[in-house]
C-alpha cells in the first residue's frame, strides 16, 4: 500500500522555525515529485512548494519564498520542509502528496495534479 506519513508540525511561536517530513512508505520516492500543501480553517487549499524527483527543480508559492525551503534524500525515501520566520498566518494543517514523473523537469504547486496525499500534520504559529 502506497502511503505518506507527515510529521514535524507542533506549537511554534512567530518568527521560530519547524522542519516537517514526508515519509514514504511501501514505494520508493526516485520516481515521484511531490508537493506540499496547506489548508487553514476556513481557507481554501493552498500549494506551498513542489521539487522534482531529482531535487533538482523546486517551486514556492509566493507566500512561503524566502522563508521555507524543500529538499529530499531519496535514500530516506523522504522530503523534508524547512520553515523559517513562521508568521501566524502559516498556521494550517500541512500534507504532502506525491505524483509518479520519471521524466520530470519542473513542478507544480496544483494539487490537483498530485495522485495522492497523506493525512497531514498540524503547524501553529501563536504567541
Known amino acids: 500500500q502506497l502511503q505518506l506519513v507527515e510529521s514535524g508540525g507542533g506549537l511554534v511561536q512567530p518568527g521560530g522555525s519547524l522542519t516537517l517530513s514526508c515519509a514514504a512508505s511501501g514505494f520508493t520516492l526516485d520516481y515521484y515529485d511531490i508537493g506540499w500543501f496547506r489548508q487553514a480553517p476556513g481557507k481554501e487549499r493552498e500549494g506551498v512548494s513542489c521539487?522534482?524527483?531529482?531535487?533538482?527543480?523546486?517551486n514556492y508559492a509566493d507566500s512561503v519564498r524566502g522563508r521555507f525551503t524543500i529538499s529530499r534524500d531519496n535514500a530516506q525515501n523522504t522530503v523534508y520542509l524547512q520553515m523559517n520566520s513562521l508568521k501566524p498566518e502559516d498556521t494550517a494543517v500541512y500534507y504532502c502528496?506525491?505524483?509518479?514523473?520519471?521524466?520530470?523537469?519542473?513542478?507544480?504547486?496544483?494539487?490537483?495534479?498530485?495522485?495522492?496525499g497523506g493525512q497531514g500534520t498540524q503547524v501553529t504559529v501563536s504567541s
Open positions: 502528496a506525491a505524483d509518479w514523473r520519471p521524466y520530470s523537469t519542473f513542478c507544480t504547486i496544483d494539487r490537483g495534479q498530485y495522485a495522492f
Open positions: 521539487i522534482t524527483k531529482s531535487g533538482s527543480t523546486t
